[in-house]
């Protein structure tokens, strides 16, 4: 039965309240207006900022919402003036949008894009400015311009990345957030050089990334910190050299490093979002010209410091989002690189359910073990 142009009831996980389980609802999703694209998602995985947002962290962050922004899936309608994507083709929803032709997008200097920002934080669409989700008429927020743990979704169309239907939807959904942060993060935020010495504080789906991402730019050691011992082993298959746990020691961890490596490293990565950590990682970095990046999402009201002489003396605080990709540029690049074999995927994925264990999925992030989890729609 033809869809296009029709409401569309399908399954959701709608948060109605920060911390409150998922309720899989009966949703109803309207047509896509005029540059907008309606998306059959087959496949979504889990990222640590969904839990973030659910766990009311999140000072954008809005309820009832549809969360989720690593997913995959197939255009099922498009919306007036929609050129770039057509029903059946395979995408990518972006969070980090691309217009090219804003002042961010035309800056050359970054990928944030300002066209649909201002409607994605506060969870609306930038035609009406209302959503176009509703559960027996209750208007449900979007979340990140993506709202993926849903059979459907409505994005703006400057938010969907063209792919390969070659590549399998089931992998390349860590596409749309992760692996690319990470790998972005070292390529083109820090831009590591071979030779370099990184250090990179969080071993989670982003920090192996950073650390695969590490690898293949020559980096001679790279160091591995967390707290959980059991992720060196996995680690060393992304490219870690070295693992320090904090709790092994008792100076400061930003000393430890500094003793290691002869006066500190040339890069570090903060992929945890914990302010005391990232003063570590700017701190561990070689006075003249060692910059940390920042990647890990820290909480509202959360607020990094350090001594201003540590910036005076040459180090360099920096920060990054979505790794500094342009998506729907650089996103079907990567999904090519995986179909090459030239970035890992598959090795980030350790579990996989349905949208219908999705709260099953949310308790598996803090177990030991858990990278992510990729959820089929099909409940
Ligand atoms: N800037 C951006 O564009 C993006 C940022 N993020 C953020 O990156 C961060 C990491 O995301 P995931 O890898 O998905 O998270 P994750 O939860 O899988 O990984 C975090 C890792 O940090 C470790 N850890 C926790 N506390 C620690 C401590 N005090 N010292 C050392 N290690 C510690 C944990 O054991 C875990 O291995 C999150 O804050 C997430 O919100 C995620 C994607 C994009
Ligand atoms: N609403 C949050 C913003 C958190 C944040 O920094 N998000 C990252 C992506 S995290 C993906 O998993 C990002 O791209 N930021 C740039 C942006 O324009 O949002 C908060 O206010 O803390
Ligand atoms: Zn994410
Ligand atoms: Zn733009």
């Not at 804003?102 to 920002?117: W, Y």
Request: hydrophobic share 40%.
């Amino acid at each position: 039965m033809a869809t296009q142009g029709q409401v569309i009831t399908c399954k959701a996980a709608v948060a109605w309240e920060p911390n409150k389980p998922l309720v899989i609802e009966d949703v109803q999703v309207d047509p896509p207006q005029a540059g907008e694209v309606r998306i059959k998602i087959l496949y979504t995985a889990l990222c640590h900022t969904d839990a973030y947002t659910w766990g009311g962290k999140d000072p954008e962050g809005l309820f009832p919402c549809i969360l989720g922004h690593e997913a995959a899936g197939i255009v099922e309608s498009v919306g007036e003036s929609v050129t770039e994507v057509q029903p059946g083709d395979h995408v990518i929803p972006c969070y980090q949008a691309e217009c090219r032709e804003c002042k961010f997008c035309k800056s050359g200097k970054t990928n944030l894009c300002g066209k649909v920002r201002a409607a994605t934080g506060v969870g609306i669409m930038m035609n009406d400015r209302k959503s176009r989700f509703s559960v027996n008429g209750k208007p449900i927020y979007h979340f990140m311009g993506t709202s993926t743990f849903s059979q459907y979704t409505v994005v703006h169309d400057v938010s969907v990345a063209k792919i390969d239907p070659k590549a399998p939807l089931e992998k390349v959904c860590l596409l749309g957030c992760g692996v690319p942060t990470g790998l972005g993060a070292v390529w083109n935020t820090a831009k590591v050089e071979a030779g370099s010495i990184v250090a990179i504080f969080g071993l989670g789906t982003v920090g192996l990334a950073v650390a695969e991402g590490a690898k293949s730019a020559g980096a001679s050691r790279i160091i591995g910190i967390d707290i959980d011992s059991n992720k060196f082993d996995i680690a060393k298959n992304f490219g870690v050299t070295e693992f320090i746990n904090p709790k092994d020691h008792d100076k400061p961890i930003q000393q430890v490093i500094v003793d290691l490596t002869d006066g500190g490293v040339d890069y570090s990565f903060e992929c945890i979002g914990n302010v005391s950590i990232m003063r570590s990682a700017l701190e561990c970095c070689h006075k003249g010209w060692g910059t940390s990046v920042i990647v890990g999402v820290a909480a509202s009201g959360q607020e990094i410091s350090t001594r201003p002489f540590q910036l005076v003396t040459g180090r360099v605080w920096k920060g990054t989002a979505f790794g500094g990709f342009k998506s729907r540029s650089q996103v079907p690049w990567l999904v090519d690189k995986y179909l090459k074999k030239e970035i890992k995927v598959d090795e980030y994925i350790t579990h996989n359910l349905n949208l219908g264990e999705i709260n099953k999925a949310f308790d598996l992030m803090h177990e030991r073990g858990c990278l992510r989890c990729v959820l089929s729609t099909d409940i």
